[in-house]
């Protein structure tokens, strides 16, 4: 059974780091590029970044390139999101996404994605 658990979110202060994680389980990780989005309150969901190992890349939204970063480990079956220098546009819940495909085709899209998780709200105020 594919499934994707969110995890570290919280209430951060502006200019603060946070570090996602997105467990990952039931096929093989190296198969799939896995993708970060965020979903802020009334507004739709944006394609954050991506990671594909075969690629050898990852693939960033203009808008946090330089200050999040993404990444991935075989052995704990993890795909890491670490965000930096966060401020309050950053406010969401953020979702992991499994690509049907072993690279980041369609980045910016929700499309070819089959499986997602939950979310884990991240929430940058005082």
Not at 7 to 21: A, H
Not at 99 to 115: A, M, S
Not at 118 to 125: E, F, I, Y
Request: aromatic share 16%.
């Amino acid at each position: 059974q594919v499934q994707l658990v969110e995890s570290g979110g919280g209430l951060v202060q502006p200019g603060q780091s946070l570090r996602l994680s997105c467990l990952v389980s039931g096929f093989t990780f190296g198969r799939h590029a896995i993708a970060w989005f965020r979903q802020a309150a009334g507004k739709e969901r944006v394609a954050v970044s991506c990671f594909s190992k075969t690629g050898g890349n990852s693939c960033y939204h203009y808008d946090v390139e330089g200050r999040f970063t993404t990444s991935k480990y075989e052995t704990d079956r993890v795909v890491y999101l670490q965000m930096s220098s966060l401020n309050l546009k950053y406010t969401g819940v953020y979702y992991c996404a499994r690509l049907k495909y072993d690279r980041c085709y369609n980045f910016g899209t929700d499309h070819g994605y089959d499986y997602w998780g939950l979310g884990t709200q991240v929430t940058v105020g005082f």
